[in-house]
């Protein structure tokens, strides 16, 4: 098992900056990849970004030139990055991991952050 623990959230000003960071622990040697998902209010859950354990980084497209992914191997955390902040990047934002190449099985409990002025 992988347990995952995000930190950082919060409210945020419009046009503002942010970082939220993911610690994992547990059986954390097999990790795959890493990312970020995010479920804004009344919306579905929509992948942000992952990062494989080799950093190969995926971004959703819409979110290209204002987040970025990045990860630290030796202290198991990932980390997101998001600037130029919208109310629309409003959600719940949560950190998850995967086993395989195929799907993220494991998820953190997840990070509430507030883009409002």
């Known amino acids: 098992q992988v347990q995952l623990v995000e930190s950082g959230g919060g409210l945020v000003q419009p046009g503002g900056s942010h970082k939220l960071s993911c610690v994992a622990s547990?059986?954390?040697?097999?990790?795959?990849?890493m990312g970020w998902y995010r479920q804004p209010p009344g919306k579905q859950r929509e992948l942000v970004a992952s990062?494989?354990?080799?950093?190969?980084?995926h971004l959703r497209n819409s979110l290209q030139g204002r987040f970025t992914i990045s990860r630290n191997n030796a202290k198991n955390m990932v980390y997101l990055g998001m600037n130029g902040l919208k109310p629309e990047d409003t959600a719940l934002y949560y950190c998850v991991a995967a086993s395989t190449p195929n799907e993220f099985d494991y998820w953190g409990q997840g990070i509430q952050v507030t883009v409002s002025s």
């Open positions: 990062i494989t354990q080799g950093g190969d980084a």
């Open positions: 547990g059986r954390i040697y097999d990790l795959y990849a």
